[in-house]
């Protein structure tokens, strides 16, 4: 009678923060300091719309694109530029 492997996946629930963090890369196994790009998120985009509503449309509505606040920001390893997380700012 053969017996048949069984594998084990553990998955770690990482709290993500919006600053540079010291982690492990699930791809190239290197502990690494990631890279923290901010993105266009959720809040970026209401904070826009909330800006049209009050009548900022002329240009006003795009500084929630720059603000860094706004952002929300993706963890990326510097090795091997996989993706190892988002911290969102809104909905969290």
């Not at 502990?31 to 923290?36: D, F, G, P, Q």
Request: hydrophobic share 35%; net charge positive; with cysteine.
């Amino acid at each position: 009678m053969a017996q048949s492997g069984n594998t084990v996946v553990v998955v770690q629930n990482i709290q993500m923060s919006p600053y540079p963090m010291y982690m492990k890369c699930t791809r190239c196994g290197v502990e690494v300091v990631t890279l923290a790009e901010p993105t266009v998120g959720l809040l970026t985009w209401c904070v826009s719309a909330g800006l049209c509503v009050v009548g900022c449309n002329l240009g006003c509505c795009l500084f929630p694109f720059f603000i860094y606040e706004c952002q929300d920001i993706e963890h990326r390893c510097p090795q091997c530029r996989t993706h190892l997380g988002t911290y969102r700012r809104c909905c969290q």
